[in-house]
């Protein structure tokens, strides 16, 4: 008679404790280095909560996403008053006028203005004041055009 062997789990975790790789006995029989031995219990924690749980102090602890940043829509015409008012239009337009292309385009023509524009966001960066954009947009947000 055989004896039942019981399977022994084993996880791998990156440094913000986030589960990256799990081993299980019965595909290796020994346990691999670096891997910590967790139960079946944590073991099906992490799967059936995958990105909602993180491995702390030897425990499945619960994990909250950070929320994603607010996405701000404005209209051309929010976008330039709320620039004007803050003293920033003239610089915003001759740096965008200085990289042309489709920011260039994007800029005369586009009927909303996001937030989380890329080519926005990297014109902000070249002026040091991609740190004001949340509160210009919200601002923007404010105007009735």
Known sequence: MSAI????????????????????????????????????AQWREFIENQGLTAWSNGAVVPYTPPASPAVYVVTPVQARVTLLNAGLLDTIQNAI?????????????????RSDDTDLIAVADDLGIANQIPALFKSAQELVA
Do not use: C, H, M
């Open 97 to 113: 006028d200085a990289k042309g292309g489709a920011i260039k385009i994007k800029w005369e023509y586009a009927t909303e203005i």
């Open 5 to 40: 062997r019981t399977k022994i789990y084993w996880a791998k975790f990156d440094a913000n404790g986030f589960p990256i790789a799990f081993y299980v006995s019965d595909v290796w029989p020994e346990q691999p280095d670096g891997l910590v031995e967790i139960t079946e």
